[in-house]
């Protein structure tokens, strides 16, 4: 009985199941592409993953994530990938959770392994008043290994370069795209994982220390012939993309639809 009891209260935290629909991604637009720093001018970094302008994957959710999702495709994600802990991309968590709970949404979160505990105690204090509705009912809590399905598409995520080893990853599906996270040059990865033409979503800004890559970082770690497929993010000021194209680098402006 008691059975019976809990599985409607699910159904009505979750109305409909998540369909996940087979398809691959075919553009992605940036919400934000700036550091923690620069967050208030250029917004947190974080990218949508679209196919046919609908949307597939959010990677990261900064402090002004959700808002700016939500103007940009007036609803809430079904999935987010996390490839960090820093506040610049998680910091939005919170507001994603409760905008969801409110509105019986679910979300699956996919986060890398080693991040789960980490990610517990950030949302530890995260819950409705009434305590019907917990984090991990609205969150479908997805830990990543090397790899996770998505809409019948098989992601990876490699530990990148940031701050403690194994703290910070990255997200690649083959032949399509990768997207960095924060990280220094990683051309162990670039030079042997991803070879299949992606788009390269890449850290940098324009002088580079000891947690992120920098302009002449980036072109002296990388073959030349992957420049073209490289597209910087997570930089400073609007300027900087000016900077990065007189260095035959192309920089990731918010809001541009870049095809896959
Ligand atoms: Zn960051
Ligand atoms: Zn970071």
């Not at 700016?68 to 990938?81: C, E, K, M």
Request: charged share 15%; net charge negative; hydrophobic share 40%.
């Amino acid at each position: 009985m008691n059975e019976a009891k809990n599985a409607a209260k699910l159904l009505v935290v979750n109305p409909t199941p998540f369909l996940d629909s087979h398809c691959k991604p075919d553009a992605a637009i940036f919400l934000g592409v700036g550091s923690a720093a620069s967050a208030v001018n250029l917004g947190c970094s974080s990218c949508v993953l679209t196919s046919k302008g609908l949307p597939w994957l959010l990677i990261d959710c900064g402090f002004d994530t959700v808002s700016r999702y939500q103007q940009h495709f007036a609803s809430l994600p079904d999935a987010v990938f996390i490839t960090h802990l820093h506040y610049d991309h998680v910091g939005g968590l919170e507001q994603l959770y409760f905008q969801a709970a409110l509105s019986q949404h679910q979300i699956t979160l996919y986060a890398p392994a080693e991040l789960i505990v980490g990610l517990c105690n950030i949302l530890a204090y995260t819950g409705l008043s009434e305590g019907n509705c917990g984090v991990w009912q609205v969150f479908r809590l997805f830990p990543v290994s090397d790899s996770f399905m998505h809409r019948g598409q098989r992601l990876y995520s490699y530990p990148v370069r940031h701050h403690a080893p194994r703290s910070a990853f990255s997200l690649h599906l083959p032949g399509i795209v990768f997207y960095s996270g924060d990280t220094k040059a990683i051309p162990e990865i670039l030079h042997h994982r991803v070879c299949n033409g992606e788009m390269i979503f890449h850290d940098c800004n324009l002088s580079g220390n000891p947690s992120h890559c920098g302009l002449n970082e980036l072109k002296t770690s990388y073959r030349a012939d992957l420049h073209k497929f490289i597209r910087v993010y997570h930089y400073q000021h609007k300027s900087d993309v000016t900077a990065f194209a007189a260095a035959d680098i192309q920089a990731v402006v918010a809001e541009q639809v870049i095809a896959l």
